[in-house]
């Protein structure tokens, strides 16, 4: 018997089949390709592709999320509303299955826009995208603490999504970079590989909208009175255990996309090897299809904080050593990747785990409202990330091109590609796993069930 199969502890109030659990976590297939591509990608292909100075392109990529920071909790209000009014959430979630037409676009860029021309079309696009995003995400994200499910369940639903989560991430990752073309992309070859992804993200959403209906089927937490609007954001807001953990997320949002962001840049101008993007990928998320079930059995035994602890602590510790370059071997190297791979499959099981504790300790029916700041903050983190690493780019002189150029780069941006890659993604950690300490209701959620 795997973790994942195991039940969970006598005291919750409903044990999920797996049946439901599958349909539900296949939602995560879709949202996996709109989490990773855009986070590999995007940054690079407007700089190597469409010209796009990296200040500028990094620009394109964060003024998008400035909306998400209003929008997702407003959508959080609407899923809350839908709740109360029908029973479900479940017009948003299809709203949301939209999404696949905002990503073909935003790597469908007319054939003779470059620069800023270019910037301004993947930015309208990324705001079509991040709002659909959301549409699907909140309300997706509000179903644990909808069910009628105690603290290891809840643990053992995430890691379900996590293990799908991973299969459409490394699938995003590894597929992305083959159907543009590789080494010899093109733009036509990020219009067809945008289109591709499109429809598979479509089908798995679909599904995961019938999962999540199967699920309530079976654990349903009931309707009650929700109350929205700025009541529930300033509730959400001045949780004492919601804030330490949404600040932290933050912060690993944000080095998680960073790190993804540099991924191409590390591997084309430190190691030399455009080809090794797709190891390092690898490398970086298929350790979460081996170890989630580990994460999952620790949880259990010592708690979710003190876990995510250690994973924090594990991921800083294996950006230090990125930042070494190739003096250290590409062994190790990408051993160190691995590393941050395992610490990135605890990063999204646990505090996905946790959120659902939180709501249910606040006693609060605004779940919605509190996933919407949720995902607000995963957004704003995939931003700042890629353009964090940009600033790097900028401040050592990048020297940005169009696809099939190879601009001879300076010393400096060379070292600000090896040292985003590995010094600030340490820092940045840190941040988070000091953040992390100020959360202090895993006990107590655990003494409930």
């Known amino acids: 018997m795997t973790g994942l199969d195991r039940r969970p502890a006598a005291g919750t109030d409903a044990t999920l089949p797996r049946g439901p659990l599958a349909g539900f976590a296949a939602g995560s297939l879709g949202m996996g390709v709109w989490v990773t591509v855009p986070g590999l990608l995007l940054l690079y292909f407007l700089t190597d592709v469409l010209a796009v100075g990296p200040w500028l392109a990094g620009l394109a990529l964060l003024l998008p999320k400035i909306a998400d920071v209003l929008l997702h909790p407003w959508v959080g209000h609407r899923a809350d509303v839908e709740q109360t009014r029908r029973g479900d959430r479940r017009r948003l979630l299809l709203l949301g299955c939209a999404l696949p037409v905002a990503f073909a676009a935003l790597f469908a860029v007319p054939g003779g826009l470059t620069g800023t021309p270019a910037a301004a079309w993947v930015a309208v696009a990324f705001v079509a995208g991040n709002l659909l995003f959301a549409a699907y995400q909140v309300p997706y994200l509000a179903t644990p603490a909808d069910l009628r499910i ?84 300033r509730t959400a807001l001045r949780d004492k255990q919601f804030r330490p953990l949404v600040a932290a997320y933050l912060a690993m949002s944000t080095t998680t996309h960073l790190v993804l962001a540099g991924v191409p840049y590390y591997a084309e101008y430190e190691l030399r090897a455009p080809a090794l993007t797709t190891v390092l ?39 230090l050593v990125l930042a070494v370059g190739r003096p250290a071997g590409l062994p190790v190297l990408v051993g160190a990747v691995a590393v941050l791979g395992v610490a990135f499959a605890g990063m999204q099981l646990l505090p996905f785990a946790m959120l659902p504790d939180v709501i249910r300790a606040a006693g609060t029916t605004g779940a919605g409202t509190y996933t919407g700041v949720w995902t607000a903050t995963e957004a704003t983190g995939a931003a700042l990330g890629p353009y964090a690493y940009a600033l790097c780019l900028a401040a050592g002189g990048f020297v940005a091109s169009t696809a099939g150029e190879s601009p001879a780069q300076p010393d400096a941006a ?26 202090t209701l895993d006990a107590t959620a655990r003494a409930a069930t």
């Not at 620790?298 to 950006?319: E, P, Y």
């Open 150 to 233: 105690g603290y290891d369940e809840r643990t053992r639903l995430m890691a379900f999504r996590m293990v799908v989560l991973t299969l459409g991430i490394l699938a995003a990752g590894l597929l992305a970079p083959l159907l543009t073309g590789g080494d010899a992309a093109t733009r036509g070859g990020y219009q067809r590989m945008g289109v591709v992804l499109a429809v598979g993200m479509l089908v798995a959403m679909l599904v995961g909208v019938a999962g999540i209906a199967r699920l309530r089927g079976v654990a349903s937490g009931g309707t009650a009175p929700s109350h929205g609007g700025w009541r529930a954001l």
């Open 281 to 319: 990928v690898a490398a970086f998320v298929a350790p979460a299809l081996l170890v989630t079930a580990a994460w999952l059995v620790l949880a259990r035994r010592i708690g979710k904080q003190r876990a995510l602890l250690g994973a924090q602590g594990a991921f800083a510790a294996g950006s």
């Open 414 to 439: 060379l070292a600000a590609v090896r040292y985003g890659f590995g010094l600030l993604p340490a820092a940045a950690m840190l941040a988070a796993l000091l953040l992390q300490r100020r959360y």
